[in-house]
């Protein structure tokens, strides 16, 4: 299993630019989320889906945009970029549809927005 | 709503000595409680979790957890620090559809 993959690592954006970052889990998962983190904030939650064609808005979700056609795929669309949006983002997904499972991450996409 | 304190932002402790890091955490029904840590560059691992039962939790890497009703805590303890322990450690508490994190203790460990 590779468990959670996003891809890519490393993104360099200029501002008003649009990309998704894509994550994917082979694990079965009911539960997706996208999270960000910036220092001295702890990760903050973007948005989640408890399933395919599910989806809903976490903490921050302004800027971004999800979907979820499938069980294993979650991709984040940042429509306009901003330099707020220069994050570390992490995918997760857990086997239970609540907050109360184990998540499991993926390594992160580190996105600057120059 | 959830809420969770880390009021330490960065902890220096010396190889071979014993830690404790420090979680509060705000929520209206029995919690569900986690502590992750994340190596440099890394995603997050979880290393214990509390739901309910006995109140001192086990984890890997020789972790372990209490919670404290009274004191709405949830500390993280290792008795003997490892040089390979440093990291940023995460308290979080896991509501319904989402888990809320704390800021994060950055664990530096001195030789």
């Known amino acids: 299993n590779a468990g959670v993959t996003q891809t890519p690592k490393f993104q360099v954006l200029k501002t008003g630019q649009s990309m998704t970052l894509q994550c994917a889990q082979d694990?079965?998962?009911?539960?997706m989320s996208w999270y960000r983190q910036d220092p001295g904030m702890g990760l903050r939650l973007i948005h989640y889906s408890v399933g395919a064609g599910i989806t809903d808005q976490g903490e921050v979700p302004n800027g971004y945009n999800v979907s979820r056609s499938t069980t294993e795929d979650f991709p984040l669309r940042l429509l306009s970029a901003a330099p707020s949006q220069t994050s570390v983002y992490f995918c997760?997904?857990?086997?239970?549809?609540?907050?109360?499972?184990?998540?499991?991450f993926g390594p992160g996409t580190r996105l600057t927005v120059l | 709503a959830q809420s969770v304190t880390q009021p330490d932002i960065h902890i220096t402790v010396s190889e071979g000595a014993s830690l404790e890091l420090r979680c509060n955490y705000s929520y209206g029904a029995t919690p569900y409680l986690f502590w992750y840590v994340q190596s440099p560059g890394q995603g997050l691992q979880l290393l214990l979790k509390y739901f309910s039962g006995d109140t001192l939790v086990q984890g890997i890497k020789g972790f372990e957890a209490e919670f404290k009703r009274s004191q709405s805590s949830f500390n993280l303890r290792k008795p003997s620090v490892h040089w390979s322990d440093a990291a940023e450690y995460f308290c979080?508490?896991?509501?319904?559809?989402?888990?809320?994190f704390g800021a994060g203790t950055i664990l530096r460990v001195k030789s």
């Open positions: 997760a997904s857990s086997p239970g549809v609540t907050g109360t499972d184990t998540q499991y």
């Open positions: 694990m079965n998962h009911e539960y």
């Open positions: 979080a508490v896991g509501g319904q559809y989402k888990l809320v």
